[in-house]
């Protein structure tokens, strides 16, 4: 899958102009950090959990939204 990257309302948002016509049960979007990065976190990721927001739209019109939990690179 081949996504477009863009930002909307202070967030990023990831768009998908085609998808395969078969279900996607997972996804990872792995984006650089640190000095190289596009992005810079306003707040210390390592602390309380963070969430996205996650707004699905199927072929058939159905619809969905997600809070999932977000991974990091933070040990402990």
């Known amino acids: 899958m081949v996504g477009r990257i863009d930002s909307l309302n202070g967030g990023i948002r990831t768009s998908f102009e085609t998808v395969p016509d ?3 049960d997972s ?3 792995t984006m650089q ?3 190289k990065g596009l992005l810079v976190n ?3 990721l390592c602390g309380a959990p963070s969430f996205a927001t996650v707004k699905l ?3 058939n019109d159905k619809a969905a939204d997600q809070r999932p939990r977000l ?3 933070c040990r402990g």
Do not use: D
């Open 22 to 24: 078969a279900p996607v």
């Open 27 to 29: 996804f990872t979007i």
């Open 33 to 35: 950090g640190g000095k």
């Open 42 to 44: 306003s707040r210390n």
């Open 57 to 59: 739209a199927a072929q």
């Open 71 to 73: 991974r990091n690179a």
